[in-house]
């Protein structure tokens, strides 16, 4: 009952037919929270839920990487976590083969690219990289075109990253929080814009 009350009075929020895609993210992050709920409802692994602040720091952030084509703006987010140890090279194949098989669904809002794909032995660690663009890069979604935010999400398993994504995608709702991180000029500015948010516990 909770979630369908937050997706009634998120949709409620939203009129304008440009708005599409932040109502697209809040409803998003609404059922990642139920997962979350449903997690500590059924006390299951709870504790293994990492928080998006659990996940960052200036290791994984870069920014005004000078991309000329999205294929090269995914490879570079992916090499951001291939540093850590956290995924393969080959994560970022996986990703680039999901988007010429399946089109530019990753493009989420205007400016946002969500780079992700499964775990085919190649990921061994939860963990989200961030990067700016110098310039933007197109992905062939007129609505979200020209992409300057690229956010790579690893996930070794389908529980451990829920919540993290959930505040994630809190953060990114905000217009201007995409504005701010896109603008930044340094990696400890990005860090710093998400690491100051509040999150909002699931059915608060």
Known sequence: ?????????????????????????EIIEELLSGE?????????????????????????????????????????????????????????????????QMGPYMAIMPQVFFSHAENNGNVYSAAISILTLEKGVTVGRDDCDPIRLVITLAAPDSTAHLRAVAQLFSILRKRDNVDKIINSKNCASIVKIIMQQKWREPCE
């Open 1 to 25: 009952q909770c979630l369908v009350g937050s997706e009634m009075c998120i949709r409620d929020r939203y009129t304008d037919i440009a708005d599409k895609q932040y109502l697209q993210m």
């Open 36 to 100: 979350d709920t449903q997690t500590e409802r059924g006390d299951k692994n709870l504790r293994g839920q990492l928080n998006i602040w659990d996940m960052l720091n200036e290791g994984v952030v870069q920014v005004k990487f000078q991309a000329e084509s999205w294929q090269e703006a995914v490879r570079e987010g992916v090499s951001l976590l291939e540093k850590t140890g956290a995924v393969e090279a080959s994560y970022a194949d996986n990703i680039v083969s999901n988007i010429l």
